[in-house]
DNA sequence: TCAAAAGTGTTTCTCTTACACCCATGT
DNA sequence: ACATGGGTGTAAGAGAAACACTTTTGA
């Protein structure tokens, strides 16, 4: 009898990059979120548990990202795969960590090879995603602005995207409505806020019109 | 410790139509092929012998599909999936089931709900995957014509393709070359043969250029 | 010579991309 | 008044879709 753990890839997007969640059991090792959920619970449920249990998150959507059985390991890791807002959760490192921190992609701490495979494999889908799904605005607070909306897209892309088009395909797209006010913030015109369609959040479907169409190394 | 079990989605193109391979251990139940690994197992090698000990199915490649987590399951289990030549690969039900059969997706047998719902999943990955990668070429002999890749097409989207269109963009991807001969069968122009380019038999990568456009409703 | 299947180019249109300036505000 | 970020339209090009006839064979 083969066992099975949960692993959570979260992702966030700060000043403009892409940042994963890190626990520290003990001593000097960073790892993802992870456990052993018991046989009763669904495996979806536990990890969410162990997600809140080890970080204090709760509440945000989970997606199946893939189940990695790595040569030698006697059992397979369910991912998982989340992007949300770090500003909405506060981290709070339970009894079973004494560390919970956000990282940056690009500057992360040694991690187990697995882990940091997790990770890779999760940026990746992310990526993919972006292409057809309104993903970004998950990371965002309830209202945000079409230049926030943006910003998200261009970090978990890694590219830089053109404001006219993007916002016709966004728009166009109809994942997101205006909120009907302003935010301004120093110099500068304020901006129109937006929230996302309710129900249109996580659809998954292709749409008949890209948000991100082919992208471009960055310059 | 929640244990792991594997199931099989296996399928292939009979007479242009989608068609998926079911075993029968005793009494009227059929389901798919599943088994439950050892610990010391990899997965997918432990999925694939579950294949060839229930159905005589070997040396094909199995693509990791959903690992499922059934309300009320005690276990879970990763399903891979496979679309094969059927041609290729004979039957032969080994001691754990008494009969395996191809079944049209249109015409199945009663099943467990997960079993189905993973053929429905399966389906849909297909699907997806028809548009840019050359999963076809998987299904047909070592040469095929191009008729018979585009049936394949056809089959997998549950959509009628433009031949002129298809050629153009099937020939133009590189994944197939001329084998130099032809095959003739009954009245009509003999068709030339093609094989798939070695090393392009299983890209996953997307491509420049898509095989199958947007699919329009059948008619 | 007829029926049956294979093979072949061009045109149209839609979608994607590239691109530059004015607007509203805070300091 | 100037610096800062927000907001807008259009033209050119590439890719996708639509479309009909000729070729080669078996019967």
Redesign the pocket.
């Known amino acids: 009898m083969k066992p099975v753990g949960v692993e959570l890839v979260v992702m966030t997007v700060l000043e403009g990059a892409l940042e994963a969640l890190l626990v520290r059991r003990s001593g000097n090792q960073w790892s993802l979120p992870a456990g052993t959920p018991a046989p009763e619970v669904p495996l979806q449920e536990a990890a969410a548990a162990v997600l809140a249990r080890q970080t204090g998150i709760t509440g945000i959507g989970l997606e199946q990202l893939y189940s990695f059985d790595r040569d030698g390991a006697r059992r397979v890791a369910v991912a998982y795969l989340a992007l949300i807002d770090a500003g909405r959760h506060a981290l709070e490192p339970g009894s079973e960590v004494v560390e919970v921190r956000w990282f940056p992609l690009d500057d992360l701490p040694a991690l187990p090879a697995e882990h940091a495979e997790a990770l890779e494999y999760g940026r990746g889908r992310l990526r993919a995603k972006t292409a057809y799904a309104p993903v970004a605005v998950q990371v965002l607070p309830e209202t945000f602005?079409?230049?926030?909306l943006q910003a998200v897209y261009e970090a978990v892309l890694g590219a830089r995207l053109?404001?006219?088009?993007f916002?016709?395909?966004v728009l166009g797209a109809g994942v997101v409505e205006e909120a009907g006010m302003?935010r301004?913030?120093?110099?500068?015109?304020?901006?129109?806020l937006y929230r996302s369609v309710p129900g249109e959040e996580f659809a998954v479907v292709a749409r008949?019109?890209?948000i991100a169409?082919?992208v471009?190394p960055p310059g």
Chains 1, 2 share one sequence.
Request: charged share 55%; net charge positive; aromatic share 0%.
């Open positions: 602005t079409l230049g926030d053109d404001t006219r088009n916002r016709r395909d302003e301004r913030s120093g110099p500068g015109r304020p901006a129109r008949e019109r890209r169409g082919r471009r």
